[in-house]
T-cell receptor, first 114, second 115 residues
Framework: DTEVTQTPKHLVMGMTNKKSLKCEQH?????MYWYKQKAKKPPELMFV???????INESVPSRFSPECPNSSLLNLHLHALQPEDSALYLC?????????????FGPGTRLTVL | AQSVTQLDSQVPVFEEAPVELRCNYS??????LFWYVQYPNQGLQLLLK??????LVKGINGFEAEFNKSQTSFHLRKPSVHISDTAEYFC?????????????FGSGTRLSIRP
């Protein structure tokens, strides 16, 4: 199994809702990432988990809360989002946390905040 | 700081014509360079990567890139494009941090193929 899966594919939520995005990989990778991608822009790194520990938080607002329950799963909990948070959220994984490791990306969750 | 510049935001070409997508990087240390492709409404897929060794790197779907240290470039080429190559292409550099590495993406080049 060489893919990263993400659920749901699409999500529409109000500003008072609480929702979660899920990401899963079964490649034995020990680093996992969350990215945010706005239309016609490159992905922007949000969080990095390495060996299930949060390694990088790119100054993301607290309304985004990541969680890594085990080495195969990565969640992103959403609460009190703003319309400007609407974007494609991409999950990725890599074998290790070294710079030479390529990242494998999931198909993304397209989030719309009303 | 390491960064990547993609010089063309859009590149239109005719089907079966050759194409080159340009990428320049800045780095004071060893670099790991990547080209990713993003098809409409999909995630990113790795086309090829340069870690070390031969400066000519071959990737999937007939793409190749050449690492040029003196010109700090990593241009992507394909000798004959197809309609299915229509996509957004991102050049990227991997940066080693104290706790984990991260990828810095260029702004992207939209490749549009005309029949």
């Amino acid at each position: 199994d060489t893919e990263v899966t993400q659920t749901p594919k699409h999500l529409v939520m109000g500003m008072t809702n609480k929702k979660s995005l899920k990401c899963e990989q079964h490649m034995g990778h020990r680093a996992m990432y969350w990215y945010k991608q706005k239309a016609k822009k490159p992905p922007e790194l949000m969080f990095v988990y390495s060996y299930e520990k949060l390694s990088i938080n790119e100054s993301v607002p607290s309304r985004f809360s990541p969680e890594c329950p085990n080495s195969s799963l990565l969640n992103l909990h959403l609460h009190a989002l703003q319309p400007e948070d609407s974007a494609l959220y991409l999950c990725a994984s890599s074998q290790g946390r070294g710079a030479s490791n390529e990242q494998f990306f999931g198909p993304g969750t397209r989030l719309t905040v009303l | 700081a390491q960064s990547v510049t993609q010089l063309d935001s859009q590149v239109p070409v005719f089907e079966e014509a050759p194409v080159e997508l340009r990428c320049n990087y800045s780095s004071s240390v060893s670099v790991y360079l990547f080209w990713y492709v993003q098809y409409p409404n999909q995630g990113l897929q790795l086309l090829l990567k340069y870690l070390s060794g031969s400066t000519l790197v071959k990737g999937i779907n007939g793409f190749e890139a050449e690492f040029n240290k003196s010109q700090t470039s990593f241009h992507l080429r394909k000798p004959s494009v197809h309609i299915s190559d229509t996509a957004e292409y991102f050049c990227a550099v991997s940066v080693t941090g104290s706790s984990a590495s991260k990828i810095i993406f260029g702004s992207g080049t939209r490749l549009s193929i005309r029949p």
